[in-house]
């Protein structure tokens, strides 16, 4: 098992890295190490979700960095400053429908950042030995990428880490950018590097602009439910621990130069999946399903909506012995009780620029 020293997570105020760095310091006895969380803290990132960590392990196992990743002095000076060993690489633009509306922060992030946190990994961990200058073993390079890399499925077969790339949305267009940076510098300077593709995540903390959160809440909030096109798009769900829990035995004990495909072998429409979450919230909130069905609203289709998404995950279970460790309809059971349960989070994280930026490209909804 590889031993972690001071890991730099990216991303870490975001939906999934806010999740990755709580399991990290409080439920993996494996791991004695230090977190280094950098974050620009765009309208995604919100330090506020780990402000119990900050609490407990701030300033000893716990360092928060407000910094962009394209910021490479910035960047440089973070490895410097905390002798990194492993990088777990979360930060990106995240929002298939953003990067529709505005391109441009996709490739800054996810293409650009990617490449200087790379590049900086890379001067950093080489090191000067008799013979030459050579690339240190101990370290490791993790990209967290999506399945949605591999482009759009019909009614059958799964994506295997062998299917060729076909992104169709500036999202994930900038993300199959930054997997094959990501393999270059492994092939061209030997960086020791593992990449994960992952199917959608859900849970607490996602920013509610994703489908399952914004669904919880608006019908809460009695609003309508916004379903693109004819609802039949088809996605694969995975709770964001179970996705975490991949990340952390892929840093561990994965292969160096390896993809690992990551998924629920949980596919479902978007519309049934709307109708499981109806049941939950009702049943929760005393509400009648009816009057919440009666909310579905069918608007304007994405442009280029990717029809499915399914993930063949055999590679992961097979070397790496992972498994979903809650069944959908427990995980949802749980998202929902949280997002019920944390109105002070979903105010704050609502507030400010998110608002006005949803009122200028939506008007509000
Ligand atoms: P998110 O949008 O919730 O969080 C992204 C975080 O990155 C935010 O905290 C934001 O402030 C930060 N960030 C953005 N730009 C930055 C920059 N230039 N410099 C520093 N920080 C910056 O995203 P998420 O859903 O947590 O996704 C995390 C990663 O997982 C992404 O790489 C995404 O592509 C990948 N992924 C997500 C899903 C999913 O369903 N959410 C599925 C598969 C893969
Ligand atoms: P999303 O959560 O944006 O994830 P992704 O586009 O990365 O898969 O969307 C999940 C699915 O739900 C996708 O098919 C688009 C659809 N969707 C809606 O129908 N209505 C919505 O308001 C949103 C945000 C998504």
Redesign the pocket.
């Known amino acids: 098992m590889r031993k972690l020293t001071n890991v730099l997570i990216t991303g870490g105020a975001g939906f999934i890295g806010c999740n990755f760095i709580h399991v990290l310091l409080t439920k993996t006895p494996d791991f004695a190490g230090r977190v280094i969380n950098i974050d620009a803290l765009t309208y995604a990132g919100n330090a506020g979700s780990l402000s119990d960590i900050d609490a407990k392990f701030g300033g000893s196992r716990y360092f928060f960095e407000r910094a962009d990743i394209t910021d490479r002095p910035a960047v440089e000076a973070i490895f410097k400053k905390y002798d990194i060993d492993t990088v777990i690489h979360f930060a990106a633009e995240s929002?298939?429908?953003r990067s529709i509306l505005g391109p441009e922060a996709f490739v800054k992030t996810n293409v650009l950042g990617t490449y200087t946190l790379l590049d900086v990994a890379r001067v950093a961990w080489t090191v000067q030995r008799e013979g030459g200058a050579r690339m240190r073993d101990d370290v490791l390079f993790h990209h967290v990428s999506t399945d949605?890399v591999y482009g759009s499925l019909g009614s059958e077969g799964y994506f295997t880490e062998t299917t060729q790339y076909d992104p169709r949305s500036p999202y994930s267009a900038s993300k199959a950018s930054s997997d094959h940076l990501a393999f270059a510098y492994h092939h061209t300077y030997g960086l020791p590097l593992t990449l994960s593709n992952c199917s959608?995540n859900y849970g607490p903390y996602q920013f509610p602009?994703?489908?399952i959160p914004?669904m919880i809440l608006n019908m809460v909030e009695g609003k309508p439910l916004?379903?693109?096109g004819d609802?039949k798009?088809i996605?694969d769900w995975v709770f964001v621990e179970d996705h975490n829990a991949a990340v952390w035995s892929i840093v561990t004990r994965g292969r160096s130069g390896e993809k690992y495909n990551i998924g629920g072998e949980n596919e479902w429409e978007?519309i049934a999946l709307l109708d499981k979450l109806i049941e939950i919230v009702a049943s929760r909130k005393k509400m009648d399903p009816e009057t919440i069905k009666a909310t579905i609203t069918h608007v304007k289709d994405?442009p280029g909506?990717d029809r499915r998404y399914a993930i063949d995950c055999s590679k992961l279970k097979r070397e790496l012995d992972w498994s979903r460790s809650v069944t959908f309809e427990l995980g949802l059971e749980l998202t929902v009780d949280w997002y019920l349960g944390n109105d002070q989070w979903v105010k704050s994280v609502r507030s400010g620029e998110y608002r006005n930026w949803v009122e200028k490209n939506y008007g509000s909804r």
């Open positions: 929002h298939v429908d949605e959608n602009e994703k489908l914004l916004p379903v693109y609802g798009y996605r978007n994405r909506h």
